[in-house]
């Protein structure tokens, strides 16, 4: 088992920057890569970031590429999302997974979900 913590959710003026952490805990060498997903109200859940088990690979979706960056503090076990010039279409609930395996598309295969950090952008 894995439990995934998120924190840093909060509201923010566009523009703006926030940081969302991720604490794992439990058999996290279960997992070969870890990512972020977001889900806006009425809209299906989508990938954000991915980040491999080294940390050597990463993926952002186009929507996010050049402002988010994705990281992992190892020693840890805490997974990052770093967001700068939020836009009000950023507004969602971001979750944290943890994933079976790595691929083009970032991180599939999901086993582990957090409960969710709201992100709120008003322009």
């Known amino acids: 088992q894995v439990q995934l913590e998120e924190s840093g959710g909060g509201s923010v003026q566009a523009g703006g920057s926030l940081r969302l952490s991720c604490a794992a805990s439990g058999y996290t060498y279960s997992s070969n890569c870890m990512g972020w997903f977001r889900q806006a109200p009425g809209k299906e859940r989508e990938r954000v970031a991915g980040i491999s088990r080294g940390g050597d690979s990463t993926y952002y979706a186009d929507s996010v590429k050049g402002r988010f960056t994705i990281s992992k503090d190892n020693a840890k076990d805490t997974l990052y999302l770093e967001m700068n010039s939020l836009k009000p279409e950023d507004t969602a609930m971001y979750y944290c997974?943890?994933?079976?395996?790595?691929?083009?598309?970032?991180?599939?295969?999901?086993?582990?979900w957090g409960q969710g950090a709201q992100v709120t952008v008003s322009s």
């Open positions: 997974a943890a994933g079976r395996r790595w691929f083009l598309s970032g991180c599939i295969d999901i086993n582990y």
